[in-house]
């Protein structure tokens, strides 16, 4: 069976795709208006529904379909060839791209790296970290020189437990600070793209300059042809490298240029990423995290975008061909421009997803964190959005966008997905101004559960073993998302707005970018969280007064929206507690439910 991505353009099936999504989200918002009495109460509240609605509406609508599609477009893994270790010609390096910041995190750095030598041992794969300093006001600091002959010590140390006269699988590629002028900062250049471009620098042109300080066999690094990209907290399962290199090195999959653009293949491979059960002391909220993993409808498009489309999305963590990268990349994104360049970077250079390749990494340890790293995330996204338009900046002055529609709706998908929350807090108002309240609270509802209640039962029919637990998760997740709504929605716009104003304004601070485990280990208390997300206690309070005002009468569900409000920074703090012992029961339930994706 052909994928139908064999069978049509890849434009043309985007088109299909987009139109038939467009119509029905359009159809859905014109009737949805009349059920809420919009058209009696005047044009600015039509303008501002509709506003509304459009990505309330485009969630569950392109979710349901992306399911449905699932159901009918059998999902075929990438070609690979058979092979029990790696070639010469196929040689590999595993890299961390990392920031040295105390003697704690040098030591799980180099542990990782190990860890991930244990399991992919291969004479033609070496393991390395590309690090920088973290920023500072001076080129220098004091910790400088005892930070890196630590890291250098321990890569040194591994090479002789590990290696042998022949093979030092280990190196460390360091970069120094250098003076960024836009924000008046030592740091390390580009952060990690710019790691990457100076390691693919140095394979293709040899150009060591980039990193005066070193470690390990480097001349060996010369042969490199892939290079598997990881976070610090990604965990590479026994055997995972191996998969990934064969995917990439089958002649289906090897990336063809045309002129600086890849046009058939893949120049990068995003694996399926799943959460680590947490074991120990776990909060509520990293084990109900790796749970909704599972029935998460955003998780979809990454089979989809492969499987209808004959792309992927990357994300970060995968292995790209050095050569093609670095030349459908080389001056193609301007400096301080970009903080989440991964998704740019694989609609540069062809992104697929090998789904059938899994690794691991970290949950977020409370709701905080996660909400740290999302607000990053968003400022991402929004950045992003310069490469929708006709012309776009590159590293020489502006060109012409060259992104094909698939790869703008990439990213235009996850503007539209940030203002999700934004658009559930913002319909409750709008509706008390047609006394509707109690339909507003229904469709936001609706609109959570819907794409929720359709994973699962696409799963159900494709045979996927589904427990109370599961629909008791999604009824909470549906609460969770709509009580947190005013703070994630402040907080994406908040995102939105910082990114917007840098680009288009400012210049500065478009690099802007805190480690997570400065704030994974935060335990803020239940005032630090009431502190923290004022604005939905504050949101319901306003909402509360806005239907005394404008509504004839109170009902339930309005009622219970504003209280949800009310308590979203108490249930926060509560789920992020870590008061439960995690057993060997619980890890293999949360398991089997995790593996249902």
Not at 8 to 25: A, I
Not at 162 to 190: Q, T
Not at 511 to 531: K, T
Not at 537 to 563: E, F, K, T
Request: glycine share 6%; with cysteine.
């Amino acid at each position: 069976m052909k994928k139908l991505s064999d069978r049509f353009t890849t434009t043309g099936l985007t088109r299909l795709y987009l139109s038939f999504v467009g119509l029905v989200v359009a159809a859905i918002i014109v009737i949805l208006l009349l059920y809420f009495g919009a058209y009696d109460s005047g044009v600015l509240v039509v303008a501002l529904m509709v506003v509304c609605l459009v990505p309330l509406i485009a969630h569950p609508v392109f979710s349901v379909t992306n399911s449905v599609i699932r159901l009918f477009v059998r999902s075929l893994p990438l070609s690979a060839i058979d092979a029990d270790n790696v070639a010469a010609e196929n040689t590999t390096l595993v890299v961390i791209p990392d920031l040295i910041l105390d003697s704690q995190k040098i030591d799980a750095l180099a542990d990782r790296i190990r860890d991930h030598f244990l399991a992919n041992d291969d004479p033609n794969v070496f393991f390395g970290v590309l690090t920088d300093w973290g920023d500072a006001p001076t080129e220098h600091l004091p910790t400088d020189d005892e930070q890196l002959s630590q890291i250098q010590h321990r890569i040194s140390e591994l090479n002789e437990t590990y290696g042998s006269a022949n093979r030092r699988p280990f190196f460390l590629l360091h970069r120094g600070r250098r003076w960024n002028a836009y924000d008046s900062v030592w740091m390390g250049y580009e952060r990690k793209r710019g790691k990457l471009e100076d390691l693919n620098d140095f394979i293709l042109r040899g150009n060591a300059s980039h990193f005066p300080v070193v470690e390990g066999d480097i001349c060996a690094l010369r042969r490199a042809k892939y290079v598997i990209t990881l976070d610090n907290d990604t965990r590479l399962p026994p055997g995972a490298a191996l998969q990934l290199i064969s995917i990439l090195a089958h002649p289906a999959n090897e990336p063809r240029m045309d002129g600086t653009s890849v046009v058939s293949g893949h120049g990068i491979l995003q694996p399926r990423m799943m959460a680590s059960i947490p074991t120990g002391a776990a909060s509520w909220f990293e084990r109900f995290w790796v749970r909704q993993r599972g029935t998460d409808p955003k998780k979809l498009h990454f089979d989809i975008f492969q499987d209808f489309f004959g792309e992927g999305c990357f994300t970060g963590v995968g292995i790209y061909e050095v050569a093609a990268f670095d030349m459908s990349l080389r001056g193609m994104i301007p400096e301080n421009h970009l903080l989440s360049h991964d998704v740019v970077e694989g609609c540069f250079a062809r992104a697929g997803w090998a789904g059938n390749v899994i690794l691991y990494e970290t949950v977020p340890p409370t709701y905080h964190a996660a909400s740290r790293r999302h607000h990053r995330w968003m400022r991402g996204d929004w950045q992003n959005g310069t490469w929708l338009f006709p012309s776009v900046p590159s590293a020489t002055g502006r060109r012409k966008n060259t992104f094909s529609l698939l790869s703008r709706w990439k990213i235009l998908k996850c503007i539209l997905a940030s203002l999700f929350p934004a658009s559930i807090a913002l319909l409750q108002f709008l509706c008390v101004m047609t006394d509707r309240t109690y339909r507003s609270a229904i469709v936001s509802l609706a609109s959570v559960l819907i794409p929720i209640v359709v994973v699962v039962i696409v799963k159900k029919v494709q045979g996927a073993q589904t427990s109370f637990r599961t629909y008791k998760d999604c009824a909470v997740y549906a609460f969770i998302t709509v009580a947190f709504a005013p703070f994630e929605g402040a907080r994406n716009v908040d995102a939105a707005c910082r990114a917007i104003y840098r680009i288009a304004g400012s210049k500065r601070r478009g690099l802007e970018w805190v480690p997570s485990s400065e704030y994974d280990a935060d335990d803020l208390g239940v005032m630090g969280y009431v502190r923290y997300m004022w604005i939905s206690p504050a949101a319901a309070l306003l909402l509360a007064v806005w239907v005394h005002i404008w509504s004839a009468s109170w009902n339930p569900l309005i009622v219970a929206v504003i209280c949800a409000w009310a308590v979203a920074p108490f249930v926060a703090w509560q789920m992020s507690q870590r008061y439960e012992e995690v057993t060997i029961e619980q890890v293999a339930s949360d398991s089997n439910h995790e593996a249902i994706n």
